[in-house]
């Protein structure tokens, strides 16, 4: 059962919140009902925010100094050093903010933890919640329970209990609370409420968070959604019309890709933050963490040489080099993968710390290149993504076909109505910010092109660190291909059998030399499997041609036996009507009877993939077949 706590908000008129010591409560002047309702949640006079103090005076009276320093805290060195105050930020909190805290402590003492993490506020917005389903979404779309069992499988090694007065909140816990009174003062409110944490939440990006919501099946963009959808509502209930406008500006960015709430910037322009970013890349980690990108396999060594290289002090940008086809952008999307799911691509191998919480952006450069039609417009657009992109500390951009931006740089700058080319160099204006180590870039282009562009700008070469990617060999691209049979099964819905890939990746690479591994055999693959969908389609349609025409002269035999039946009836020929009697329940049952489905689901065999590549390359099906020595043994396939 959750306790129910009594609003203080009555009582307090000065709340101040020091990030760098203790949380303090004095409890001078509240009712006694209040002062029991918090101790009897394990919040003592001295308590429970490590670098943080809140100090609590009834109806505007203090009997502190203004210095905060009161109330028998020591003033260590180590904490004079880290003092930030940040006024009157408790006092911004609902009632149902401040229990959602409280709530997050004590689950977080009731589970041995040595100090409250945003696991734990995830804990406290979820009971909290609980008590009003309606309030919250996160009471709504999970159980308090099986919260709390996540969050215990996530720190499955024991620890020691604490005393009441050594657990603290983390780093990234209080970085939550003060993004939470950012958003709130971006959309013009006065307070912090258990939505205005979601968003803090969220846009903290903090590890322990995102797995527990990853557990939890949680997720973040559709939190972020009904966080904003109940702001909305409420700022509409109440008739305000300035928190209205503020959060239906947060909301009309967020539904075309806006990045998750975060900590204002501190650059110019710090209201405009991500809106050059989200208008031109896309976020791969979010799409990954959503489940919308799929696994890569046998691709773990490319993707720790990735990391290794992002992890360098100088020359820390790679660039991918091999053919088209053989999985460069596949490789950034396993980073992102990576990124998501805490893993360090290595079987077993952790994240590495530098990579947690990042974000991995791919640049549209189609998008980016579209209606520059004045000179200036498409420099000017790069100029705005960079300086956006060197000052997040947490984005890594993607730029795929690499060399269309540094080698055909000029060649588009110099483009519009009123240019005539020779525009400058669009490289030029990465240079400053790789050169600094401000901007975290991957690139991907084939060795001609890195060639032909990198090569005769030494600067610009310098700049980047080659990593060379290899065409997988047949072994290996059947294993991708068994890695990605589940995603083609669930898109076509049917099966794939062990035959056919083999018989892909053997055709693939005997009659599609032009086009390296894994791509020519991914694409026969998926052909095949829209084959076997197709003539599923069509032996359906022919079926229930059949059925129809079936039943209909079922029907009008049912109609002449009904008439006989009766005629035999009224003449009296009992034993003739008694034998059409049960000849007309046989057709009522059939008429009656549900039309046929498929049983299981249709098998893509080598046949199919032979007749895709027959038609790729026009070399005749027999042949193929012949070939491979006799595949059609497999099964039978339409013409």
Not at 185 to 201: E, I, K, N, W, Y
Not at 487 to 512: E, F, I, M, P, Q
Not at 522 to 548: I, N, P, Q, W, Y
Request: proline fraction near 6%; glycine fraction near 10%; include cysteine.
């Amino acid at each position: 059962t959750i306790p129910r706590i009594p609003s203080v908000h009555g009582y307090m008129k000065q709340i101040t919140m020091v990030i760098s010591g203790t949380l303090h409560v004095s409890a001078v002047g509240l009712p006694p009902r209040v002062v029991k309702t918090w101790r009897g949640l394990g919040v003592p006079s001295r308590s429970f925010f490590r670098g943080s103090r809140l100090l609590l005076s009834p109806n505007g009276s203090s009997n502190h100094d203004g210095r905060f320093y009161g109330a028998g805290l020591p003033r260590s060195p180590s904490r004079a050093r880290s003092q930030v105050v940040v006024a009157a930020l408790f006092e911004k909190f609902t009632e149902r903010s401040i229990k959602s805290v409280m709530l997050a402590q004590q689950l977080a003492r009731d589970m041995s933890s040595n100090e409250v993490g945003t696991d734990h506020l995830i804990l406290g917005l979820i009971a909290e919640a609980s008590n009003k389903p309606s309030a919250g979404s996160l009471a709504t779309h999970v159980q308090l329970e099986d919260a709390k069992a996540a969050v215990k499988g996530m720190h499955s090694r024991s620890r020691r209990r604490p005393p009441p007065n050594e657990l603290h909140f983390t780093r990234d816990a209080r970085r939550v609370f003060s993004v939470a009174l950012q958003e709130s003062q971006r959309m013009g409110m006065s307070f912090v409420t258990p939505d205005h944490l979601v968003l803090g939440m969220v846009g903290c990006r903090d590890d322990a968070a995102l797995r527990l919501l990853r557990a939890l099946r949680l997720d973040p963009r559709r939190m972020v959604a009904e966080a904003l959808g109940r702001l909305r509502d409420q700022a509409v209930e109440e008739g305000t019309q300035r928190a209205r406008r503020g959060v239906e500006a947060a909301m009309a960015p967020a539904g075309a890709g806006r990045a998750a709430p975060g900590p204002a910037p501190e650059h110019p322009g710090a209201g405009e933050r991500g809106k050059v970013l989200d208008t031109y890349c896309r976020d791969l980690t979010a799409a990954a963490l959503a489940g919308r990108i799929d696994p890569v396999f046998c691709r773990e060594a490319e993707i720790a040489r990735l990391m290794q290289v992002l992890a360098r002090r100088r020359k820390s940008c790679p660039v991918l080099l091999g053919e088209a086809g053989v999985g460069k952008t596949a490789i950034v999307e396993g980073l992102a993968r990576c990124i998501a799911t805490g893993s360090g691509g290595l079987a077993g191998q952790p994240l590495p710390l530098f990579l947690k919480g990042m974000r991995v952006l791919s640049l549209d450069l189609a998008r980016l290149m579209a209606g520059t039609r004045e000179r200036g417009e498409l420099e000017a657009r790069l100029t705005g993504l960079v300086a956006e992109a060197g000052a997040a500390p947490d984005v890594i951009l993607f730029v795929d076909e690499i060399h269309q931006l540094v080698g055909g740089g000029a060649a588009l700058a110099g483009r519009g109505g009123m240019g005539g080319g020779g525009g400058p160099d669009l490289a030029a204006l990465f240079k400053p910010a790789l050169a600094r180590g401000r901007l975290r870039c991957v690139g991907a282009t084939t060795e001609r092109e890195f060639r032909r562009h990198f090569e005769r700008d030494p600067a610009l070469e310098r700049r980047f660190q080659p990593v060379w990617v290899e065409a997988p060999d047949a072994a290996a691209t059947l294993g991708m291909l068994r890695g990605s049979r589940p995603a083609y099964k669930a898109h076509h819905r049917c099966l794939y059998t062990d035959a056919s890939l083999v018989a892909a990746v053997a055709l693939a690479g005997r009659h599609l030399p032009a086009r390296p591994f894994p791509d020519s055999a991914l694409d026969v693959l998926d052909e095949a499997g829209s084959l076997v969908r197709v003539l599923k389609h069509r032996a359906r349609r022919a079926r229930c041609e059949e059925e129809t025409e079936a039943r209909a002269a079922a029907h009008a035999g049912y109609l002449e036996v009904l008439a006989t039946a009766r005629d035999c009836a009224a003449a009296g020929h009992y034993e003739e009507a008694g034998l059409l009697a049960r000849r007309r329940g046989e057709l009522e049952a059939r008429l009656g009877g549900e039309a046929r489905r498929d049983p299981v689901l249709p098998r893509v065999t080598p046949e199919h993939v032979a007749r895709v590549v027959s038609a790729a390359t026009g070399v005749p099906f027999e042949e193929l077949v012949l070939a491979e020595g006799g595949a059609g043994a497999g099964g039978e396939v339409a013409p």
